[in-house]
């Protein structure tokens, strides 16, 4: 059975994706067109790219991922390196180390722009914070004047997974054709940032509200992750905890009703086993487990699943009750 996959950001807990491909694949199934944000991005962009669970595994058990904490040793110093590196870049680290990595393994599949996938076969969610607009990479950076198909699928990942503040944002400056008449030199660059802070977990992204044929409807599934505290309050002691909890309710709450309400019948849900969003000092056990985490909840939810129920519920639920997200596949 091909499925259309839909990967939720999470940060480093995003190798519980990788374990959910893997289960995929051992189940017989397969990938036909797939999406994500931020780590979701990540795993979404190597599966298009023909990266195999086992590759994948590799690739996890090779990654140091404090690496990508990259900042030049000026800004290294204690307190005030940090704050004068927030105020000037924008973000504590850089997302080169990040992007030039998963530039390196999709050049390793020949893949490096979109333009070398199938039309539609990857897409991955974005923030314009300077218009304050949802992104769906490739398609949407011609409103930037830049050709989707020639877009670099790695900067497409880096803007996915630049968490404000940790991050910095990708910045890219309009075309002349772009431009609005005597619009400032200052408004002419674009601020760009991960895209959970409008959209953590697209699962709206292949929907339609268009019936399709029932024998050629290929379903959507999404691959959650849980286990981030849900429930449990933020605790605010000052500007710093309050930064925190805005954006671990940015990147975690938004989409959560919308799944609770209607797509739990298209929806793996993942523990994550207490790993946070930025623990960049993961051990490689810890890794193994949420990946071998990722393989259970996939195993699980497939065992219960019949495509029968699923045409049901995405003709009841989806079909009648457009999001104001929806996009045609």
């Known amino acids: 059975m091909r499925i259309n996959a ?167 400056r309009k075309s002349f054709e772009h431009r609005l008449p005597g619009e400032k030199f200052i408004d002419q660059f674009v601020y760009i940032v991960d895209g959970g802070l409008l959209s953590n977990f697209p699962l709206w992204i292949f929907d339609s509200t268009e019936a399709p044929p029932i024998d050629q409807m290929i379903p959507t599934i999404g691959f959650q992750m849980v286990g981030r505290g849900t ?22 709450a938004h989409d959560d009703r919308y799944i609770q309400e209607t797509n739990r019948f298209r929806t793996v849900r993942i523990p994550t086993l207490g790993v946070s969003i930025t623990d960049f000092d993961i051990s490689t056990e810890q890794s193994l487990k949420l990946f071998e985490s990722g393989q259970r909840a996939t195993h699980a939810f497939f065992s219960q699943w019949k495509m029968t129920e699923y045409k049901h519920n995405y003709l009841t639920h989806v079909c009648r009750v457009p999001t104001h997200f929806s996009k045609k596949a």
């Open 6 to 172: 839909v990967f939720e950001g999470g940060g480093v807990k995003g190798i519980a994706l990788a374990g959910a491909v893997s289960a995929v694949e051992q189940l017989g199934h397969s990938f036909h067109q797939v999406a994500g944000t931020s780590s979701g991005a990540i795993v979404a962009s190597l599966v298009a790219a023909g990266y195999r669970a086992d590759e994948l595994k590799e690739v996890i058990e090779a990654t140091p991922f404090r690496a990508f904490l990259q900042r030049s040793r000026i800004f290294d110093t204690k307190l005030l390196g940090p704050l004068a590196r927030l105020f000037i870049k924008k973000g504590l680290y850089s997302g080169e180390a990040l992007e030039h990595w998963i530039h390196k393994l999709l050049l390793a599949k020949g893949i490096r722009t979109f333009g070398d996938l199938k039309s539609n076969q990857l897409r991955i969610i974005a923030s314009d914070i300077s218009s304050r607009k949802l992104l769906v990479l490739p398609d949407d950076i011609a409103h930037y004047g830049i050709d989707p198909r020639r877009f670099m699928i790695a900067k497409a990942v880096r803007m996915s997974t630049s968490i404000p503040y940790f991050f910095d944002p990708v910045i890219i």
């Open 231 to 252: 429930g449990q309050p933020n605790a605010i002691h000052g500007p710093v905890s309050m930064m925190r909890a805005l954006f671990s309710t940015m990147l975690e």
